[in-house]
T-cell receptor
Framework: GNSVTQMEGPVTLSEEAFLTINCTYTATGYPSLFWYVQYPGEGLQLLLKATKADDKGSNKGFEATYRKETTSFHLEKGSVQVSDSAVYFCATQGAQKLVFGQGTRLTINP | DGGITQSPKYLFRKEGQNVTLSCEQNLNHDAMYWYRQDPGQGLRLIYYSQIVNDFQKGDIAEGYSVSREKKESFPLTVTSAQKNPTAFYLC?????????????FGSGTQLSVL
């Protein structure tokens, strides 16, 4: 079945640094791809999505581009803030469900 | 306010005890899901339901049971057969046609073994 693999965490950056969290996928066909975010003590919420190749999803300064040639959907942000500290999950569509990666914990220091 | 509510926030289980985690949603969603979250392992699907009185096993259903008697409720029972129940449990829901896209999550229940 479809699956995603995320870069190992945790990731620690200083405020205003550039962020990349890597995600690669294995899929039959071209399923939609997603990034979900989990802030401390909360459930997950959808951050952004892309539904086809070369689509770029964006939200709250985060971006990710669906790249068929490299089977990737890396999450990027140009200047992170302390409030971006959270766990980030890459996800794709499985049969009747979403399939999540293992999550990457991001900590931003002031 | 519409949303998905999990309770309790923290739960402790004794040896040999069954415990039930509550999940209620007032979003009128058909599909509901239970995920288990362990550090470094991401989310693993336990059970899901797409319609009242019907549910399907996910990837790690052993030691768990569910019911879906009402559209808005999808309780999860962690039975004594689950030998390693300590984890963070997340309930989610979504409209059936979008359930493979956007899910709405509760704030989770942390289950620990005494």
């Amino acid at each position: 079945g479809n699956s995603v693999t995320q870069m190992e965490g945790p990731v620690t950056l200083s405020e205003e640094a550039f962020l990349t969290i890597n995600c690669t996928y294995t899929a039959t066909g071209y399923p939609s791809l997603f990034w979900y975010v989990q802030y401390p003590g909360e459930g997950l919420q959808l951050l952004l999505k892309a539904t086809k190749a070369d689509d770029k999803g964006s939200n709250k300064g985060f971006e990710a581009t669906y790249r068929k040639e490299t089977t990737s959907f890396h999450l990027e942000k140009g200047s992170v803030q302390v409030s971006d500290s959270a766990v980030y999950f890459c996800a794709t569509q499985g049969a009747q469900k979403l399939v999540f990666g293992q999550g990457t914990r991001l900590t931003i220091n002031p | 306010d519409g949303g998905i509510t999990q309770s309790p926030k923290y739960l402790f289980r004794k040896e040999g005890q069954n415990v039930t985690l509550s999940c209620e949603q007032n979003l009128n969603h058909d599909a509901m899901y239970w995920y288990r979250q362990d550090p470094g392992q991401g989310l693993r699907l336990i059970y899901y339901s797409q319609i009242v009185n019907d549910f399907q096993k996910g990837d790690i259903a052993e030691g768990y049971s569910v019911s879906r008697e009402k559209k808005e409720s999808f309780p999860l029972t962690v039975t004594s057969a689950q030998k390693n129940p300590t984890a963070f449990y997340l309930c989610a829901s979504g409209p059936l046609r979008d359930s493979r896209e956007k899910l709405f999550f509760g704030s989770g229940t942390q289950l620990s073994v005494l």
